[in-house]
Structure formats: C-alpha cells, structure tokens
C-alpha cells in the first residue's frame, strides 16, 4: 500500500497489497494504511477532475466516470465507496461528498447541470439515487431528442440518513440531520433534524420529539 495511488503503477501495487485479504469490505483497513487510501484494482476511474482526501476507501466494480462538459469530483478524507456504485458529471455538473461519508452499494451520484454537495458523515444506504437534472419531455418533440435540464442542485446536509432505495431530485436540499425513510422519493426540500417518508416525501415528525430509548431494567 504504500505504492498505491491512481496511477498505472499505483493500481498495480494496490491489487498486489490486496492479493492475500478477502474481498470487499474485508480490505477497508487497507485505507488506513496510505494516505493516498485504497482504490480497488476492479474499480473504474475515467475522471481528469477527480480529486480524492486522505484515507478514501472506493471498493471494486466502483465507476468514477466524466462526460463531456463534466466539472469536478471532490471526495473528501475517509470516505467510503462501495462496490456498483457509479458517480459521474456532465454538461457542467459537479460532485462533492464530505469527509466520513459511507456510500452502501449500488448508488448512483450523477451531476449533470446543477452540483451535487453531500456534507460530512452522511449515511447512504444501498441503491440511493442521486440526480441533479431531469429530461425535457415538451409535447411534440421526441423524448429522446429534448435536451435535460435541472432546477437546481442538490445539497445533503452533514449527518444525515437515507435509507434503502431513496431518490433525491434536482432542485433539493436535506438539512443537517435530516432522516430519510426507505423508498421515499425526495422532490422538495426536508428541514433539519427531521424525519420524511414517501413519494413524494412528507415530512413525518421531528428527531427530537422521538422517545429516547432506555434499556430495560434487569429484574
């Protein structure tokens, strides 16, 4: 690991350090090892403007992929990455993602047109969809043909939540805090500290109005 890195012979010593470890989340630790963090051999970079902290952990079958007329990918210390996960930019789009961030499988970040900024700690459960634009679907004109466009970017505050399969769109933005339940579909912007669920999404309640969970007395 201390060869590692994103360059031909980085890859190389990246895929001999994890020869002997078992698969997938087993080599996490291998992160620790370099500050230039671990980037599985199986994993797909094709990104000019990708920028990675100290300590990042991108598993195998990761794509990192920029289209033309894509801005950035800032991916902060110690973020982790797994496998199936694409994240891409075009058409002036840019992504961020905070420090300590925990991407599950199968996500998919695409910043097309607006920016996508996903703040610090946020908690990302497998299958979220993250998409800053949307297609032109005017009458009389083909689908196909009719350019996307977006309402805005999107902005994950730090310490938020999302669970299985959540979909956010172009033009939101979640609070710090903020507690996404499974499936929702997220059109419009969820305040701090709050829990929503649904499609499209609905506030539900406040965190703090929770009960605190205390255990149960041994008798």
Known sequence: MHYAGLHPSGRIATRLAAWFDPPYTARMYLARLNVRGY?????????????LGANVFIADRV???????????????????????????????RIMIGADTFIQPRCQIMGYKGP???GRGVQIAPNCAFYSYEHGFAPGRPISAQP????????????????????VL??????????????????????????????????????????????????
């Open 39 to 51: 980037v599985d051999a199986a994993a797909i970079i094709r990104h000019t403007q990708l920028r």
């Open 63 to 93: 794509v990192i992929n920029e289209a033309p007329g894509g801005g950035s990918i800032d991916i902060g210390d110690r973020v982790h990455i797994l496998r199936d996960t694409i994240i891409a930019t075009g058409q002036d789009g």
């Open 116 to 118: 996508i900024e996903i």
């Open 148 to 167: 996307i466009q977006t309402r805005g970017g999107i902005i994950i505050g730090d310490d938020c939540w999302l669970g299985f399969g959540v979909i």
């Open 170 to 219: 172009d033009g939101v933005t979640l609070g710090k805090g903020a507690v996404i339940g499974a499936g929702a579909v997220v059109t419009a912007d969820v305040p701090h500290e709050t829990i929503a669920a649904g499609v499209p999404a609905r506030v539900l309640k406040r965190r703090c109005d929770l009960q605190p969970r205390h255990p149960t007395p041994k008798s």
